[in-house]
């Protein structure tokens, strides 16, 4: 089987994404037996869900069994699984290529939300029963993050057997410069987690998304999730 893992550039003004750092932190300890690829995507409305572009063309090239898309969401405490992307472009600050749309729509023939078609519950879960804080949530924004996660979703509408969705990581200790910790913890500023345990996160919901596309489990029948 082969995976997907994207994460993003800089943008914003700041030097480093952590949702790159992470994905290249997962390359580094990735032992297979499945193969992983990578990648980092830029920070362009236009570039994320344009069929020539970057994101579409690798699973063109690469036909993957499961695709987890990452971004970075200042701010948040824990890993988040998303579990629902909405077909609306409403950028606060401009792109890296200076766009700033307003009540756009990402795919012009698509429906007004997409699912993602990861084991989202089972995968929140098994990240938190590694001590790592996460969570299911049901908004990924309006701006680039969103905008991939559609694109994404409305890509392999077509094709039902891969399993795909978006993952939302914190700033990291080391980018924030406060101490290690196992939780998301402010420090008196802002929330951050290891780029360790980031790695470690999305290491666990890819193997969860592998195991479900074996048929070896699947999705507890339980509530779960926030709006936010």
Known sequence: MKVLVTGFEPFGGDAVNASAEAVEALAARWAGPEELVTAVLPVVFDQV???????????????????????????ITQVRVE???????????????????????????????????????AAAAAVRAA????????????????????????????????????????????EVGGEAATSA??????PHLPLEALAGALEIVVRTALAAARGELAEPVETAGTLH
């Open 49 to 75: 869900r344009a069929a020539d572009g970057p994101l579409l063309r690798l699973l063109d090239d690469h036909a993957p069994d499961v695709v987890v898309a990452v971004g970075l969401a200042a701010g």
């Open 83 to 121: 579990r629902v992307a909405v077909n609306l472009m409403d950028a606060a600050l401009p792109d890296n290529g200076g766009a700033q749309p307003v009540d756009a729509p990402v795919a012009e023939d698509g429906p007004a939300a997409r699912f993602a078609t990861l084991p989202v519950k």
């Open 131 to 174: 001590g790592i804080p996460a969570g299911v949530t049901y908004s990924a924004g309006t701006y680039v993050c969103n905008a991939s996660f559609y694109a994404l979703q409305h890509a392999l509408a077509e094709r039902p057997g891969v399993l795909s969705g978006f993952v939302h990581v914190p700033r990291t200790t080391e």
């Open 185 to 190: 913890l402010s420090d008196g500023g802002e």
